[in-house]
């Protein structure tokens, strides 16, 4: 089926019930019909829910559907987009091992890196995006995985999938790529390469800012491992969240289409205006990496970033000036968001990490929602005008 019927007809099989929307699962644990029952199912010779913790039937349906949406072998879903991005990793690295990174990740990616993966003698190397040719020289013995970004949060820069999938076959090196901006809809990373593709459903696959969730996707072999140790460490996704994240999926193109057709509208604008500079989404051909944007990716994506003329001043005084954007840490919401990174979600690098991972002082993320385009246009300007 194509993507779209995939989402909606993916689900569950109906209980004596009938029902046509697949029920909630407010259930801690599922009992066994006798001994051999039970002891069959915990030694894995039967597929059957056990634990919440394990699997659970909304979970599992949820998981499913992501699967299938990335081209994946198997999944596992997560509580959180940080637990999937931390789960994974942990689950196949080894103390010793060495990861190459973008240098623009997500903070609490960053801080994985260089504050807690130090502690089990895992160490990182980064890259710059702009420099992707010189990855190989990079590459250790002790190299176990690239990790990237793309788009990047929150500067936009787009990584050449094709790429990065011949440099880790070529090495025989686990390729990690979240695809949290583009999700499944606009961007399949695993027909490039990536073994494994990670999503903070939080965010544009809830899309209505409602609840917490993650998922990893990709070889069925990595899978399991990353199935073992979470099913030990026990970062699951609560059976509710996953009800509505399965749900939310449904319409997912239909909702990220509108966000992109927007966001490109509300690009078009912030480059028309005086007190915007380096206006950046993917489907300017303005973009420096427009070219490999529109070879991997089906439309832009709802993210606009751009800097505000005057620095981190500037960019706060814009943040209070909106009235119809929400200020929000958030993005992937119906409603519109702004978000000043350097003095927020990058406030806890350095100075030096935050203009290496490419947030200027006056760098502005805004998460395009699906007010009228002629509102959101319209609170911009007033914004950027108060200035």
């Given at each position: 089926m194509h993507f779209e019927s995939e989402a909606i007809r993916t689900q569950n099989e109906r209980t004596q019930y009938q029902e046509h929307s697949t029920p909630l699962y407010l259930t801690s644990?599922?009992?066994?019909?006798?001994?051999?029952?039970?002891?069959?199912?915990?030694?894995?010779?039967?597929?059957?829910?056990?634990?919440?913790?394990?699997?659970?039937?909304?979970?599992?349906?949820?998981?499913?559907?992501?699967?299938?949406?990335?081209?994946?072998?198997?999944?596992?879903?997560?509580?959180?987009?940080?637990?999937?991005?931390?789960?994974?990793?942990?689950?196949?690295?080894?103390?010793?091992?060495?990861?190459?990174?973008?240098?623009?990740v997500f903070g609490s990616t960053h801080s994985l890196f260089t504050k807690f993966f130090p502690k089990w003698n895992i160490s990182h190397s980064y890259f710059n995006v702009n420099e992707v040719d010189k990855i190989e020289e990079l590459i250790k013995p002790e190299t176990k995985m690239i990790f990237a970004e793309t788009p990047t949060n929150p500067g936009l820069d787009i990584l050449d999938l094709e790429l990065l999938g011949r440099i880790?076959?070529?090495?025989?090196?686990?390729?990690?790529?979240?695809?949290?901006?583009?999700?499944?809809?606009?961007?399949?990373?695993?027909?490039?390469?990536?073994?494994?593709?990670?999503?903070?459903?939080?965010?544009?696959?809830?899309?209505?800012?409602?609840?917490?969730?993650?998922?990893?996707?990709?070889r069925a072999d990595l899978i399991r491992e990353i199935y073992l140790f979470s099913r030990n460490t026990g970062p699951a996704l609560s059976p509710f969240n996953a009800w509505v994240l399965s749900k939310s999926l449904e319409t997912l193109?239909?909702?990220?289409?509108?966000?992109?057709?927007?966001?490109?509208?509300?690009?078009?604008?912030?480059?028309?205006?005086?007190?915007?500079?380096?206006?950046?989404?993917?489907?300017l051909k303005s973009h420096p990496q427009y070219e490999i944007a529109i070879k991997q990716m089906k439309k832009g994506g709802n993210i606009v970033s751009f800097e505000i003329k005057g620095g981190i001043e500037a960019g706060r005084k814009f943040i209070d000036a909106v009235k119809l954007c929400s200020r929000s840490a958030n993005l992937g919401d119906t409603r519109s968001i702004v978000t000043h990174p350097a003095s927020t979600t990058h406030s806890k690098l350095s100075e030096e990490d935050r203009l290496e991972a490419g947030i200027t002082p006056g760098l502005v993320r805004v998460s395009v929602g699906l007010e009228h385009v002629e509102d959101i246009i319209e609170d911009l300007k007033q914004a950027l005008n108060s200035i």
């Amino acid at each position: 089926m194509h993507f779209e019927s995939e989402a909606i007809r993916t689900q569950n099989e109906r209980t004596q019930y009938q029902e046509h929307s697949t029920p909630l699962y407010l259930t801690s644990s599922f009992v066994f019909d006798d001994a051999e029952d039970m002891r069959a199912s915990f030694s894995e010779e039967k597929e059957r829910n056990i634990y919440s913790r394990f699997t659970n039937p909304n979970n599992s349906e949820f998981t499913e559907k992501m699967v299938k949406m990335e081209g994946a072998e198997a999944g596992f879903s997560f509580a959180t987009g940080m637990s999937a991005v931390f789960s994974s990793l942990a689950a196949l690295l080894n103390s010793g091992d060495h990861i190459i990174s973008a240098r623009a990740v997500f903070g609490s990616t960053h801080s994985l890196f260089t504050k807690f993966f130090p502690k089990w003698n895992i160490s990182h190397s980064y890259f710059n995006v702009n420099e992707v040719d010189k990855i190989e020289e990079l590459i250790k013995p002790e190299t176990k995985m690239i990790f990237a970004e793309t788009p990047t949060n929150p500067g936009l820069d787009i990584l050449d999938l094709e790429l990065l999938g011949r440099i880790a076959k070529k090495h025989n090196i686990i390729l990690v790529i979240d695809n949290c901006f583009a999700t499944p809809w606009l961007q399949n990373p695993i027909k490039y390469g990536a073994d494994l593709v990670i999503h903070s459903a939080t965010k544009l696959i809830d899309g209505q800012g409602r609840v917490l969730g993650g998922v990893t996707v990709g070889r069925a072999d990595l899978i399991r491992e990353i199935y073992l140790f979470s099913r030990n460490t026990g970062p699951a996704l609560s059976p509710f969240n996953a009800w509505v994240l399965s749900k939310s999926l449904e319409t997912l193109s239909v909702r990220l289409d509108k966000h992109c057709e927007n966001a490109e509208k509300v690009a078009r604008f912030l480059e028309s205006q005086a007190n915007a500079e380096n206006v950046k989404y993917p489907f300017l051909k303005s973009h420096p990496q427009y070219e490999i944007a529109i070879k991997q990716m089906k439309k832009g994506g709802n993210i606009v970033s751009f800097e505000i003329k005057g620095g981190i001043e500037a960019g706060r005084k814009f943040i209070d000036a909106v009235k119809l954007c929400s200020r929000s840490a958030n993005l992937g919401d119906t409603r519109s968001i702004v978000t000043h990174p350097a003095s927020t979600t990058h406030s806890k690098l350095s100075e030096e990490d935050r203009l290496e991972a490419g947030i200027t002082p006056g760098l502005v993320r805004v998460s395009v929602g699906l007010e009228h385009v002629e509102d959101i246009i319209e609170d911009l300007k007033q914004a950027l005008n108060s200035i």
